[in-house]
Structures are given as C-alpha cells and as structure tokens.
C-alpha cells in the first residue's frame, strides 16, 4: 500500500529500503467517505497529506458563504492549509473529499523530526514546495490574462482525468466562470 | 554588503561564519539601472536572484503584448522565473527594474553545488519556497474571492512601501482594474 510514496520519493531521490522504511513510520493511513471534511475552515490542522486514492477540492468561504475552489488534488498529490500546518494556526480552508478517499498523514511534528532524522527529504520537499509555486504562479497568470475559454483549455489539457471526476459546477467555480457559461465552453 | 543575506538567511537557519564564507562563495553581485532587464521573456534563464537593493517586476507579455503583472520583488525577496531555471527552459516571463537594483546572483550549478555542499541550506529554501507558495494561494484567493477594494485594502495593509515606490498604473495592473478604477478607490 505504501509503494506509491516510495515510487512518488524516488522520482526525485534514490532510497534505500531501510530509508523509506524510517520515511513510512512517520506517517499514518487514514480513509475518508465522499463529502467528508480533512480539514475544516477555522479549526486546527493537525496534518499534511499524501492522496493515495480519491480526489479532494481545498476550499475557501467567503464572507456571504459562497464556496471558491483554490485547488483539487488526486493521486499523488500533496495537500493542506500549508500557512496554517506552518504556523500552528487555524485553517483558513477547508480540504474535502469528493470521492472516497485514502490519505498518508504527517504531523508537524513528525515532519520535522522526519527532516532533521533524514535530511536528504528536506530536497524532495524543497523540489514539491516549488512545484506548488510554480503550479500557483501559472494559475495567477491564467487568472490575469486568460478568457474563461482559455482557462478552460488549459485545465483539460494538463488534467483531462479531472473532466470525468469533477461535477462541472465545481469546474466552472474553480475557473472562476458560472456553470452556465461552462456549458456554453464545452459545447 | 552580503550582511542583509546572512541576516536574512539566520531568520531560519544559524550560521557559523564558515558556513556564511561558503555560501557567499556561491553567489555574484550584479548592479541594474532602472528599466533594465534582469530576464527576458523567450531567453534562457541563468539565475536566481536575491534583491539587496532596489525594487524589480516579474511580468508576463500576452499574445496582443499587454503586460500583466506577477509579483514585485523589494528588498531581502528572491526572484526569478522559477519554472525556466529549475528546467533549464526559455523564460515565459521577465524580470525587470522598477528602481536601480542591486541583487546577489546564483546560477543553478551553484545552487546545485551548494545543496550538496551545506545540506541544512536546502531546509532554508525549503521555507522560502513554502512562503512563495503560500503567497502565491493567497493571491489566488484574493483574484478569485475578493473585490478590487478589498485587494487594494490587502496589498495596502502587506506591503505599504509599495504605494510610495510603486506608478499608480502597475498598482492596477497587479491589482487586475483600471487605472480609473484604481483613483476612485484611493481617493
């Protein structure tokens, strides 16, 4: 069950078995149903997450309640509140799930015992933390100086599995269009 | 002059001056005048940059040559075209001065190199890139959930030197209204 971690690891450093063996016992396995909350806005986060099946969607209320999407996150994906996981506050966001959904969890503590134990993760993490910014920049980019049809272009062509697996109200949200306009998109 | 890195650098990791003398051996200085080009759109990108000095614009050109804006970049940030170093591809933004800039230069084989050389730098980069990937969301969310008034008030509240150093018209275009727009809600 664990060998997509180890996989996912090796893409970016060699591990030895005795290696990934320290790695996995800083985590634990959790399960959750569709619709259940990983994380809920304004409470503690206690973990960051590894997806090892299931999709999730990071969330945002606004002040009137209306629900934006930051991002979805499926297979081998990371995901968190990382400011409020960082500063042990609570979350600004909410991570749920839009299909059954297993996760490795890691807490801040073990995350930094895991680094200072063993440091040659410190650079698979420093290679994630900056994919996730630069996967951030692209999408303020896109938010800037795309029409919805471009956007609309872009999501399908670098997650077409999303289209199968993403209600297109949620879709039409995340790139900041109404459904009906979306339909209009993809006809 | 290399005192602001080491200080800067000491926020997350200390330092034995061995340690610092070998770091700064890594590092060039570079002086831009203002208007001048730290990275070109379409050209190779050779450094990341750490601005001692002065104030840059990381920009995107689109396809009818309008200029959006990504991030600026003032004293102690670091900046580059992230994707284009790390990848070793052309640019698909530009860095350019917005004052007369001073920044310390790392090519990535140095970057590499000194990764290698002092692991305990990579968890200082670790938490920078963790930062700009939370700025990053931030920014996403604000584009995707707030008013042009409420992200005026934010950027007003986070970085209230730029309303001194920075035209009116990029403060717009950062902030995705008009330059009218932007009048209406400063005055």
């Known amino acids: 069950m664990y060998h997509e971690l180890k996989r996912h690891i090796e893409e970016v450093i060699p591990l ?60 081998d994906w990371w995901e968190t ?12 966001m909410s991570l749920q799930c839009l299909e059954n959904t297993e996760v490795l969890c890691i807490t801040f503590e073990d995350f930094r015992r895991l680094c200072e134990t063993l ?35 872009q999501l399908l062509h670098r997650y077409p599995s999303l289209f199968q697996r993403v209600p297109k109200k949620l879709l039409a949200s995340y790139l900041g269009v109404s459904r009906e306009r979306l339909s209009r998109l993809t006809t």
């Open 119 to 153: 440091p040659k993760i410190v650079s698979f993490f420093l290679q994630k933390a900056t994919s996730g910014h630069i996967a951030s920049q692209q999408r303020i980019l896109s938010l800037l100086s795309s029409s919805a049809k471009e956007r609309y272009e």
């Open 16 to 75: 030895t078995d005795d290696e990934f063996s320290l790695i996995i016992a800083h985590f634990t396995t959790q399960k959750f149903k569709k619709n259940e909350f990983l994380i809920r806005q304004d409470e503690r986060v206690k973990h960051t997450y590894f997806v090892i099946s299931g999709l999730l969607k990071l969330i945002y209320h606004d002040m009137s309640g209306k629900e934006h999407i930051l991002s979805f996150a499926m297979e």
């Open 81 to 92: 509140d990382y400011y409020a996981f960082y500063s042990a506050s609570r979350a600004t």
